[in-house]
């Protein structure tokens, strides 16, 4: 994430695949049951992982889900 930039701002840029694996993620799922879910390799979800932690800053796999988890939750909140 670009310094002064907000979640939300990198959340605008992702692409649409990778805003549909933020959002399985962010319900749970698991990168199998998404490879399998959209019919793609895990080798091609664990790809777009690896881009939305750089993306979003996160050092770590936990740290993505977590913040997937946050993001869905708001969301359901009306944030």
């Given at each position: 994430?670009?310094?002064?930039?907000?979640?939300?701002?990198?959340?605008?840029?992702?692409?649409?695949?990778?805003?549909?694996?933020?959002?399985?993620?962010?319900?749970?799922k698991?990168?199998?049951?998404?490879?399998?879910?959209?019919?793609l390799?895990v080798?091609?979800?664990?790809?777009?992982?690896?881009?939305?932690?750089?993306?979003?800053?996160?050092?770590?796999?936990?740290?993505?889900?977590?913040?997937a988890v946050?993001?869905v939750?708001?969301r359901?909140?009306?944030?």
């Open positions: 994430m670009a310094r002064g930039e907000s979640d939300d701002d990198v959340l605008k840029s992702l692409t649409d695949r990778e805003m549909q694996i933020f959002l399985q993620l962010g319900a749970g698991t990168t199998g049951q998404i490879a399998e879910e959209l019919s390799s080798k091609t979800i664990s790809t777009h992982r690896e881009n939305l932690k750089a993306k979003l800053g996160a050092e770590s796999a936990p740290e993505l889900v977590r913040k946050a993001y939750v708001g359901g909140r009306g944030a």
